[in-house]
């Protein structure tokens, strides 16, 4: 079966640190594109990074850009998102996904989510 | 934060039409495709449409997808109860550099 699965997530303190985690099974995890994306309590979706499939190129939001690193294992088939700096503002449900598939834009493939909340 | 639009609400009975917008810009849905999510509360998104107007295996074809300048559609033909969800539309934005989502629409069956 495909699947992405998260963990991570927890509660911080604001300046705090996490490392986001997302294991995958049942695919070549190193032939594709893998993004994380968040979503606040009762908000819409919004993309955070991505890194190609062999880590050579990220992109990231500007709101997280210089706090947050997309990394990846492709040996190990896990995707992380190292988040430094954590602000009330970034409390949301992270997901992971796959993109390549269908179209290199398409998340074809999402993870459960984890939930990460930055509070005192 | 979101740079593409779309209205907050739809609904329609059982059996109806309904059509989602997607309003966007010459630098995002302009120059690339669009892809539409589902997302039933307290779940993951799923693709529901790629490429404009394309569906993954497994999605209905009571589901399609358009595309003109710098705006897209979603319609929901013979609407069902289980069609009842947010939906989003999204697209690469050359000017971010980075992959922007609609600002979500909620689909009710009356």
């Known amino acids: 079966e495909v699947q992405l699965v998260e963990s991570g997530g927890g509660l911080v303190q604001p300046g705090g640190s996490l490392r986001l985690s997302c294991a995958a099974s049942?695919?070549?995890?190193?032939?594709?594109?893998m993004h994380w994306v968040r979503q606040a309590p009762g908000k819409g979706l919004v993309w955070v990074s991505r890194?190609?499939?062999?880590?050579?190129?990220?992109s990231y939001v500007d709101s997280v850009k210089g706090r947050f690193t997309i990394s990846r294992d492709n040996a190990k088939n896990t995707l992380y998102l190292q988040m430094n700096s954590l602000r009330a503002e970034d409390t949301a449900v992270y997901y992971c996904?796959?993109?390549?598939?269908?179209?290199?834009?398409?998340?074809?493939?999402w993870g459960q989510g984890t939930m990460v909340t930055v509070s005192s | 934060q979101s740079v593409l639009t779309q209205p907050p609400s739809a609904s329609g009975t059982p059996g109806q039409r309904v059509t989602i917008s997607c309003s966007g810009s010459?630098?995002?849905?302009?120059?690339?495709?669009v892809n539409w999510y589902q997302q039933v509360p307290g779940t993951a998104p799923k693709l529901l449409i790629y490429?404009?107007?394309q569906r993954p295996s497994g999605v209905p074809d009571r589901f399609s997808g358009s595309k003109s300048g710098t705006s897209a559609s979603l319609a929901i033909s013979g609407l069902q109860s289980e069609d009842e969800a947010d939906y989003y539309c999204?697209?690469?934005?050359?000017?971010?550099?980075?992959?922007?989502f609609g600002t979500g629409t909620k689909v009710t069956v009356l």
């Open positions: 049942g695919f070549a995890f190193s032939s594709y594109w």
């Open positions: 996904g796959r993109s390549g598939s269908y179209s290199i834009s398409a998340f074809d493939i």
């Open positions: 999204a697209a690469w934005d050359d000017s971010l550099n980075g992959y922007v």
């Open positions: 890194i190609n499939s062999d880590g050579s190129s990220t």
């Open positions: 010459s630098s995002n849905i302009g120059s690339d495709t």
């Open positions: 490429s404009n107007n």
